[in-house]
């Protein structure tokens, strides 16, 4: 928690780490990630029910411990006196006995009601803020509560959105192909996954003591993630010869990994294989894990803005554009906290550039696959249009076309994944073919 508030940690990062680091393992392990990860989405509600049981604004580490002390009363089934006990027990030793006088006292008065007996009380009043009121009950902040319901279309489905996005998300595991399989997979203890044939879940444990995973031949990677690098290999295009892909911004290399095991060794559905894959980040280290994912891939540091390739040159191009990352809230807890509506405009310029630079890349008769894992519609369909709508050589096709594993996927062309429809992140995806 301090290191999320202080160094900007990525708790998916660091959490895990540390966890191997202390020989934390199974259930303990479990429950340190409840705690942490719990706590950090749940900020704005816990926040909003300390400042109603104290007297003063606390300290950065005993608010910390507060609101650890908080999730464990509220939304976990920890005993209140063993929650209350080990919270006062943190703050005394780190920070004193003073301190642990006044966390006692907030902590037995946020035990005093349940989480629904809180929320009438620090919530706004549905009726005169329905927005602000959704923002503090699920722990959202309120900008991004109105950029959901844009995006949804309305409000029929935007207490499920935020609810799932409170959720623990289950570890999901690519098989690349022609390098492991589901069933080696499933062996290792995962559940085949629902869309992607290359996806299993793993419903505990460390994905990393898992043989093909430390092989890279699997990968953590979320299925929407999966479907729509998938995707773009099942568009047909007409090329005699070896095919020349592209992954434009492809570090750290999850969608690239996918890519070039398919480009290499075909898949069922789609590609036949028999492709070769260039794959580029504008960051060296990027390009190195992506180097290090791949195995037939020609990796390269260079910035998809000032391409340091040819025009017209590829057949297919991911473009996995940098975004505010707003459909992968499940699994990055403090994203929501962290991220500001002012970097939306300055995100979208670059969005803009990159997705020109790509339709430039591929040749006549080639196909884009603009992906973000966001669903503000200033990131995708505005982007998309803008872009489209300054060219007259391009021919959106239906991405929901070359997905028909999935339902639910919004009215086209686009395909909108959503973590209450599909258990995945709310990645999108647009297919943009240039005109011969």
């Excluded at 540390?18 to 934390?24: D, N, S, T």
């Excluded at 749940?42 to 109603?52: N, W």
């Excluded at 505010?324 to 929501?336: I, K, S």
């Excluded at 906290?337 to 002012?342: E, G, K, L, T, V």
């Amino acid at each position: 928690m301090r290191a999320v508030d202080e160094r900007d940690a990525y708790a998916n990062l660091l959490l895990p780490r540390l966890l191997r680091e202390r020989g934390i393992k199974g259930r303990d392990a479990a429950l340190a990630t409840e705690l942490a990860y719990g706590t950090l989405r749940g900020l704005g509600t816990y926040d909003a029910i300390i400042e109603m049981c104290s007297d003063r604004t606390p300290d950065p580490d005993v608010r910390d411990a507060l609101r650890l002390g908080a999730h464990q009363l509220l939304r976990m089934r920890v005993p209140p006196h063993a929650a209350v006990g080990t919270t006062v027990d943190l703050v005394r030793l780190r920070v004193g006995p003073g301190a642990a006088k006044f966390a006692n006292a907030v902590l037995r008065k946020i035990a005093s009601r349940a989480l629904e007996d809180w929320l009438p009380i620090v919530a706004p009043d549905a009726a005169d803020d329905p927005v602000g009121h959704l923002a503090v009950s699920y722990g959202h902040p309120r900008w991004i509560v109105s950029a959901f319901r844009d995006a949804l279309g309305g409000d029929d489905e935007l207490t499920d959105l935020l609810d799932a996005d409170n959720a623990r998300p289950l570890v999901t595991l690519v098989a690349r192909p022609g390098r492991s399989s589901v069933k080696e997979l499933e062996d290792a203890g995962a559940i085949p996954g629902r869309y992607s044939p290359y996806a299993a879940y793993l419903p505990e444990g460390d994905p990393g003591r898992i043989d093909a995973v430390a092989g890279t031949r699997a990968a953590v990677q979320d299925e929407a993630s999966q479907l729509v690098a998938l995707a773009l290999t099942r568009v047909p295009v007409q090329r005699e010869g070896e095919e020349l892909w592209l992954d434009m911004c492809a570090g750290p290399g999850g969608k690239a990994g996918l890519l070039d095991a398919v480009a290499t060794h075909g898949d069922p559905s789609g590609f036949p294989g028999g492709a070769r894959l260039v794959a580029a980040d504008v960051q060296y280290h990027r390009a190195r894990l992506v180097w290090q994912t791949t195995r037939h891939a020609s990796v390269v540091t260079a910035d998809g803005t000032e391409p340091a390739w040819r025009p017209g040159v590829f057949d297919r191009v991911m473009l996995d554009a940098p975004c505010t990352g707003l459909g992968a809230l499940r699994r990055r807890p403090e994203a929501r906290w962290r991220r500001d509506p002012s970097g939306i405009a300055e995100l979208g310029r670059l969005q803009r550039r990159l997705l020109g630079a790509a339709l430039d890349a591929v040749r006549p008769g080639g196909v884009v696959a603009y992906v973000t894992c966001s669903p503000h519609l200033a990131e995708t369909r505005v982007v998309v249009g803008d872009v489209t709508g300054r060219r007259d050589d391009v021919e959106q096709l239906d991405a929901r076309d070359y997905l028909p594993e999935v339902d639910g996927l919004g009215d086209g062309p686009y395909a909108q994944f959503w973590p209450h429809r599909h258990g995945t992140d709310a990645m999108f995806l647009a297919l943009l073919r240039r005109r011969s």
